[in-house]
């Protein structure tokens, strides 16, 4: 990230002196920020992303976490709710403990267990997710011989995080409340064409 000052400014030489982590995390903010402004609304989801999300399905993410990141839906719905909120390097984490107990090839475990501790638990993690100095001390005595497990802690301490803290807080929130509302009144407009529909005519109505 550049930054520019004019001739003489009297902070240029403290500006210059920050260390490049410093310099890292203000890239991903800037990076968090400007996924926030640009992400698209909720209603997409009833308009374009195939297959379309139903009231039925929106209704199932009330159930628990589990429902609505099991929902493909729902996970999209609920990272975008986080990233607004300036936490989504709980639900990437969460994502990146999956697909790594998901890779095939016991080779590249070490190289990926290295990436997603550097990016999301490591001191000087660009994405550091809050867990207690505990989990911490196993997930990297574990990495010493990654094994598909090595995360279990961590990602479990995350998801309770989650369920406790920014679940309740989405299904609050007004994006969910509105998706909420465009998918009743979707779902009472077809009820009500479909009874349309059914109705019988005048002619069939009338006695012979």
């Not at 400014?9 to 260390?19: A, D, P, Q, V």
């Not at 400007?34 to 993410?61: A, I, N, V």
């Not at 267990?113 to 550091?128: D, H, L, N, T, V």
Request: proline content about 4%; aromatic content about 10%; overall charge positive.
């Amino acid at each position: 990230m550049d930054i520019y000052f004019p001739s003489g400014f009297t902070m240029c030489r403290e500006i210059t002196g920050l260390s490049n982590t410093c310099l890292e995390r203000a890239k991903r903010l800037k990076a968090c920020v400007g996924g926030f402004l640009q992400r698209q609304d909720l209603s997409s989801l009833c308009k374009y992303r195939k297959p379309r999300l139903t009231l039925e399905e929106c209704l199932m993410w009330k159930v628990s976490l589990e429902k609505l990141l099991s929902s493909k839906h729902g996970l999209y719905a609920f990272r975008a709710f986080l990233v607004s909120e300036f936490s989504e390097e709980n639900i990437a984490f969460y994502l990146a403990c999956e697909d790594y107990k998901n890779t095939k090839s016991p080779a590249k475990m070490p190289s990926k267990a290295k990436r997603i501790y550097e990016e999301f638990i490591g001191s000087e993690a660009p994405r550091e997710v809050n867990i207690d100095y505990e989990t911490r001390d196993i997930t990297q005595a574990n990495l010493q011989s990654p094994t598909a497990s090595c995360f279990d802690t961590a990602q479990y301490r995350i998801y309770i995080l989650m369920e406790k803290d920014c679940y309740p807080r989405f299904l609050r929130s007004a994006s969910y409340r509105n998706l909420l509302n465009q998918l009743t009144v979707k779902s009472t407009k077809g009820r009500t064409r479909k009874a349309i529909e059914l109705r019988p005519s005048r002619a069939e109505e009338e006695p012979k």
